[in-house]
């Protein structure tokens, strides 16, 4: 196990990362204000389980060998970025109809999996703890692997503690908002513009780094 030190400093740069807004906040937030708090904490609890698949990854090496594969690394980038796009066209198609709208919202179970998906198929995400979380792991105070564990659980229970802040936030903000027909229709337009904006940005992702 790491010492005591150095997890605190993996916290410490834990935090200063989550509070940048990615993807996964973006998404957070869009459902915090269209559908209000507990379809946005839905959303982070989704979002944090895919954190978990991108942790077992690390800690088996399936990151090393996404990282490494061009091939694996671009078919995961553009699943990705194609979900990010669906998810905007959508916006963009749904019809704000006075009442008719405010009941159809999307289930928990669907909030759920969105974030998830939104979350796996990120391959920042997977690139990031391939990257990040080696480097505050010792090989020489016993296997990596667990180890690699103990700092995703952190993540993630920091990360819940973040995104679940901006999702309270967000939602709290934004309630008089969805009180009007059209302010809801352009928080859809503006929503899927974000994401279809996100979308491009993760089919771009790592062209840089090649």
């Given amino acids: 196990m790491p010492p005591v030190t150095t997890l605190a400093l993996?916290?410490?740069?834990?935090l200063a990362?989550?509070?940048?807004?990615?993807?996964?906040?973006?998404?957070?937030?869009?459902?915090?204000?269209?559908?209000?708090?507990?379809a946005g904490l839905v959303s982070v609890l989704g979002v944090h389980a895919g954190?978990?698949?991108?942790?077992?990854?690390?800690?088996?090496?399936?990151?090393?060998?996404?990282?490494?594969?061009?091939?694996?690394?671009?078919?995961?980038?553009?699943?990705?970025?194609?979900y990010l796009v669906y998810l905007g066209i959508r916006k963009f198609l749904h019809r704000a109809d006075g009442e008719?709208?405010?009941?159809?919202?999307?289930?928990?179970?669907?909030?759920?999996?969105?974030?998830?998906?939104v979350n796996v198929l990120n391959p920042k995400t997977a690139i990031f703890f391939l990257a990040f979380l080696p480097q505050f792991a010792d090989p020489s105070r016993g296997p990596v692997a667990p180890q690699i564990v103990l700092l995703g659980a952190i993540w993630v229970v920091?990360?819940?503690?973040?995104?679940?802040?901006?999702?309270?936030?967000?939602?709290?903000?934004?309630?008089?908002?969805?009180?009007?027909?059209?302010?809801?229709?352009r928080l859809d337009v503006g929503s899927g513009a974000v994401y279809i904006g996100l979308g491009a940005v993760a089919a771009l992702a790592g062209e840089g780094a090649k």
Avoid at 100 to 117: D, I, K, N, P
């Fill in 10 to 14: 993996f916290a410490a740069a834990t």
């Fill in 17 to 38: 990362l989550l509070v940048v807004p990615g993807p996964a906040v973006v998404y957070i937030v869009t459902r915090s204000v269209t559908q209000g708090r507990t």
């Fill in 51 to 82: 954190s978990l698949v991108h942790i077992a990854a690390a800690a088996l090496g399936i990151s090393a060998l996404l990282a490494a594969s061009a091939t694996a690394f671009a078919v995961v980038k553009y699943l990705g970025a194609a």
């Fill in 100 to 117: 008719a709208a405010e009941v159809r919202h999307a289930s928990r179970s669907r909030l759920f999996g969105e974030g998830f998906v």
């Fill in 158 to 185: 920091l990360g819940m503690a973040s995104d679940g802040t901006y999702a309270v936030l967000s939602s709290a903000i934004a309630g008089r908002l969805r009180s009007s027909a059209r302010a809801r229709r």
